[in-house]
């Protein structure tokens, strides 16, 4: 089944911890929906077994990072 998603769509937590940690380690293995997920939102390229941050990847770690969180 192809998932197709805004780049600015939600993310689960777990789904950011996914993309954080390829901006890291580009040879971590996700699970296969969080991989065809960051895939169709153009958050993520592969290339080879590596899987690496396109800039939206980037921008949308750098947002999220920034965003504030509430208590």
């Known amino acids: 089944m192809k998932i197709d998603r805004n ?3 939600p993310l689960s937590p777990s789904q950011l911890a996914s ?3 390829l901006r890291t380690d580009p040879q971590r293995e996700l ?3 969080h991989r065809q997920l960051l895939l169709s939102m153009g958050l993520i390229v592969a290339n080879g077994d590596d899987l690496i941050l396109t800039e939206a990847g980037r921008q949308r770690l750098n947002y999220e990072e920034r965003a504030p969180t509430l208590s």
Do not use: D, I, Q
Request: overall charge positive; aromatic content about 12%; proline content about 0%.
């Open 19 to 21: 993309l954080r940690g």
């Open 31 to 33: 699970w296969g929906s």
């Open 7 to 9: 780049s600015r769509a």
